[in-house]
């Protein structure tokens, strides 16, 4: 295989930064590809040269930017076509070098009941399985039904009885082939309290090929990871050689070359392991294994695919301490983790503690509804698995992050709590243990996030003034009132009454409580206050209404409220509204239908998942506002479902005129970064399965 000195990337977001950033060090020039709605990406502006593009997934348009730049390799990245046999062949067939393994072994491993079966004969343990529809409640409930093309989370689902079994692999029919183009699923037995192990592997074409140790990934979402860590605090030396060995099996069966991985569950009671799947590319979480090592995978795919040898063995490769990564989302845990979108109006990592930032999000970015919405992956690395839990939590905590809801406070409460430090890591984690899903804010601390809030806004209100410029902030010649502001802090709305004192202090009246304020410093990015002797310093970023603030904790929403009240919505009684951006891809019921409480009425796709919509109460449907096929944003109203106690009293409410989408008084509209859906509707987890 030649060497070559231009590489496209053939992905986007945060993926073809970190491949950009490795290839760059090794003096390749890169070529990025973007559709419209990335054209201002981060990776746009990384790549040495871009080509426009109308789909990630159209692999003609991809091979045919090659050409036109002169690119010498393609690298697929995670997700899109990294896994897609077919684009390799054609990658392959133009000449070009393929940065992955072959397309033989990409298409035996893509098909996962075909790679259980070569698992089994490589002698690796399998779960009870079936691939025939109607023999699935065989395997014995619970089981677990999963896309036989894909993974990430789609096409899964937890099913419990064969009362849910038929409905549940529709579900994740439709999803295997919204995701993966298959709609062929096949059950397996599910293991509720488990581990999820992965084994790092690495080829070359020359037939080396070894292990660099694992990785556990078990703290999962919607079955999806979001906290990965290397080593595992539950893996022992033996059964690290057991789980090594066999991965290495199983790769030297498929003639592997370039990075991969081989995925397992362990049961966390008996301790045994069984294979999962084997991932034929770079996994998201793989800097965890490279902070342990000190390998850079993305180099080592990039050597492979010139054909160099590894030029190592398994006894030359050494660990050292422990790593773990977080992956931040623009995503709202206390809405069942649904996607949030937006724009991402400050991200500003904090000079300290010194982790590492995997992103292709800037301030300014638009998180949008046809992609994954992860901002960015945080990985700490220290001696001790404490001491990196503790620099990631810290890191989270003072990242300054505002305009869209995330996953930043449960990522920290999870890693701060005395269950993941103990190890306990199981794929239940969450539901076992319950981290809390927001920072909670005490009535001291919203009166200090006031405080800090009112006394940065004068200061900025000063220095934008542009007359008078030379008296201090709220100067008056005679007694007049206090200046006052007024603020939403976390959900609760507060009064801030302030004059000026000497020296930078404030007398101050906040929420009734009189005290003193006194500002040590101030600029446009933050502001050192003290309240009642309680000093703090926060970063601050501001966007129209909304200031972030951000200092010891974690960091807090602040909206200035306007002075003159503002009309509230129409009432709508029973609404039944979108929780989330997305498309609706069916609808359950008519104008006229009698429907019972936790009935599934409507499902909505959002990033290739589907999200169930159920009626909070027994009623009548009076009223269908969406079509089938529609693209709805959040919030918007669905339908209008009335209870029968409702229809027969002359004063309820009448519902709203088509298209207005107002909500519920008792269900109104979240501020900014909230997203909590109304009571009434009740939508269910997202796709399950293990990721």
């Given at each position: 295989m030649s060497r070559f000195d231009t590489l496209l990337v053939a992905n986007r977001g945060e993926i073809a930064c970190r491949v950009i950033r490795s290839a760059s060090a090794m003096s390749i020039r890169t070529v990025a590809l973007f559709v419209e709605s990335d054209a201002d990406g981060l990776h746009v502006v990384q790549a040495d040269e871009a080509v426009r593009i109308s789909s990630y997934l159209d692999s003609e348009q991809i091979i045919a930017a090659a050409r036109m730049t002169n690119a010498g390799a393609v690298h697929p990245g995670y997700g899109f076509l990294a896994e897609n046999a077919a684009f390799a062949?054609?990658?392959?067939?133009?000449?070009?070098?393929?940065?992955?393994?072959?397309?033989?072994?990409?298409?035996?491993?893509?098909?996962?009941?075909?790679?259980?079966?070569?698992?089994?004969?490589?002698?690796?343990?399998?779960?009870?399985?079936?691939?025939?529809?109607?023999?699935?409640?065989?395997?014995?409930?619970?089981?677990?039904?999963?896309?036989?093309?894909?993974?990430?989370?789609?096409?899964?689902?937890?099913?419990?009885?064969?009362?849910?079994?038929?409905?549940?692999?529709?579900?994740?029919?439709?999803?295997?082939?919204?995701?993966?183009?298959?709609?062929?699923?096949?059950?397996?037995?599910?293991?509720?309290?488990?581990?999820?192990?992965?084994?790092?592997?690495?080829?070359?074409?020359?037939?080396?090929?070894?292990?660099?140790g694992?990785?556990?990934?078990?703290?999962?979402?919607?079955?999806?990871?979001?906290?990965?860590?290397?080593?595992?605090?539950?893996?022992?030396?033996?059964?690290?050689?057991?789980?090594?060995?066999?991965?290495?099996?199983?790769?030297?069966?498929?003639?592997?070359?370039?990075?991969?991985?081989?995925?397992f569950l362990v049961d966390d009671e008996s301790g045994d392991f069984f294979f999962l799947e084997v991932n034929t590319r770079l996994q998201v979480e793989h800097p965890v294994t490279e902070e342990v090592t000190g390998i850079d995978l993305v180099k080592e795919q990039l050597r492979v695919a010139q054909g160099e040898a590894l030029g190592y063995s398994a006894d030359n490769i050494s660990f050292s301490g422990h790593a773990i990564e977080a992956r931040l989302y623009s995503e709202d845990p206390d809405n069942d983790f649904l996607p949030a979108t937006g724009v991402v109006e400050i991200f500003e990592p904090a000079p300290g503690p010194q982790v590492r930032y995997d992103t292709g999000v800037e301030t300014g970015s638009t998180i949008t509804p046809e992609f994954d919405p992860m901002i960015a992956k945080v990985i700490s690395h220290a001696d001790t698995r404490a001491d990196a839990a503790g620099q990631l939590a810290l890191a989270l905590e003072r990242l300054q992050i505002g305009g869209v809801a995330t996953n930043r406070d449960f990522l920290a409460a999870t890693l701060r709590s005395a269950e993941f430090l103990a190890g306990e890591t199981t794929t239940d984690f969450i539901e076992r243990f319950t981290?809390?899903?927001?920072?909670?804010?005490?009535?001291?601390?919203?009166?200090?996030?006031?405080?800090?809030?009112?006394?940065?806004?004068?200061?900025?209100?000063?220095?934008?003034?542009?007359?008078?410029?030379?008296?201090?902030s709220g100067f008056r010649i005679g007694r007049l009132a206090r200046e006052r502001v007024e603020l939403r802090v976390a959900d609760t709305e507060m009064t801030v009454h302030y004059s000026p004192e000497r020296r930078g202090a404030f007398v101050l009246g906040v929420a009734g409580d009189e005290g003193v304020a006194r500002v040590w410093s101030c600029s446009d990015s933050h502001i050192d206050v003290e309240v009642d002797s309680r000093r703090r310093h926060y970063a601050v970023a501001r966007h129209g209404h909304n200031l972030y603030l951000t200092g010891a904790g974690g960091g807090a929403q602040i909206e200035l409220l306007p002075r003159f009240s503002v009309a509230e919505p129409d009432v709508v009684g029973g609404a039944v509204v979108a929780p989330m951006p997305g498309k609706v891809i069916e609808l359950r019921v008519s104008v006229g239908d009698v429907v019972e409480a936790q009935q599934v009425v409507a499902v909505i796709e959002a990033m290739k998942m589907e999200n169930h919509l159920r009626a909070a109460d027994a009623g009548t449907v009076t009223e269908i506002l969406v079509s089938v096929g529609d693209q709805i944003e959040k919030d918007v109203l669905l339908m209008v479902i009335e209870e029968e106690s409702a229809l027969l009293s002359p004063s309820?409410?009448?519902?709203?005129?088509?298209?207005?989408?107002?909500?519920?008084?008792?269900?109104?509209p979240a501020a900014p970064g909230e997203g909590n859906p109304p009571a009434s509707a009740a939508p269910v987890a997202p796709g399950e399965g293990i990721a």
């Open positions: 062949k054609a990658v392959l067939a133009e000449g070009l070098a393929w940065v992955g393994p072959s397309p033989e072994a990409i298409a035996l491993m893509g098909d996962k009941i075909a790679a259980k079966k070569l698992a089994s004969e490589a002698g690796v343990p399998v779960l009870k399985s079936s691939d025939e529809p109607n023999e699935f409640d065989s395997v014995g409930f619970p089981i677990l039904i999963k896309a036989a093309a894909g993974g990430g989370g789609k096409g899964m689902r937890v099913v419990h009885s064969s009362a849910e079994l038929e409905e549940a692999v529709l579900a994740a029919r439709r999803e295997a082939l919204a995701g993966f183009g298959d709609d062929r699923v096949f059950a397996e037995r599910y293991v509720g309290t488990a581990r999820h192990i992965e084994i790092q592997v690495l080829g070359d074409k020359h037939g080396n090929l070894l292990h660099l694992e990785r556990e990934c078990s703290i999962q979402r919607r079955h999806q990871k979001i906290i990965e860590e290397s080593p595992s605090p539950f893996v022992s030396d033996d059964m690290r050689s057991a789980m090594g060995t066999a991965a290495v099996a199983l790769a030297r069966a498929l003639s592997y070359e370039s990075a991969g991985t081989v995925e981290p809390p899903r927001k920072r909670p804010l005490e009535e001291g601390e919203q009166r200090l996030l006031a405080t800090a809030a009112a006394m940065w806004l004068q200061h900025d209100n000063r220095c934008n003034a542009n007359v008078l410029t030379s008296l201090p309820s409410a009448a519902p709203a005129a088509p298209g207005k989408g107002n909500a519920p008084a008792s269900a109104a």
